[in-house]
Nanobody
Framework: QVQLVESGGGLVRTGGALRLSCEAS????????MGWFRQAPGEERVFVAS????????YYADSVKGRFTISRDNAMNTVYLQMNILKPEDTAVYYC??????????????????WGQGTHVTVSS
């Protein structure tokens, strides 16, 4: 089985920064696509960012482009989401997702095969 474990969430003030981590299995990390999604209370789960485990190609939702950066550490089988200039509207549960293969498009939740348990991010004014 593929296991994804997120960490790094917490409480931060507007304008601050957090870095989320997602530890994934080696096979999934090297073969497929990794993504971050988020879900605010009472709202739909939406795409945040993705990265190709093979080539490192990244994609971002318009709402986070220029503020968030997704990256990977092959040696640690870990994907990161660096979140800068945080806003209250970034408050959500953030989920790591993994697809067994490279997928396109990468913004659809249905394209991913495995999900982490989520980590809470709260941005206060």
């Amino acid at each position: 089985q593929v296991q994804l474990v997120e960490s790094g969430g917490g409480l931060v003030r507007t304008g601050g920064a957090l870095r989320l981590s997602c530890e994934a299995s080696e096979h999934t990390f090297y073969r497929g696509t990794m993504g971050w999604f988020r879900q605010a209370p009472g709202e739909e789960r939406v795409f945040v960012a993705s990265i190709s485990s093979a080539a490192g190609t990244t994609y971002y939702a318009d709402s986070v482009k220029g503020r968030f950066t997704i990256s990977r550490d092959n040696a640690m089988n870990t994907v990161y989401l660096q979140m800068n200039i945080l806003k209250p509207e970034d408050t959500a549960v953030y989920y790591c997702a993994a697809a067994r293969a490279l997928i396109w498009p990468t913004h659809l939740a249905g394209g991913y095969d495995y999900w982490g348990q989520g980590t809470h991010v709260t941005v206060s004014s």
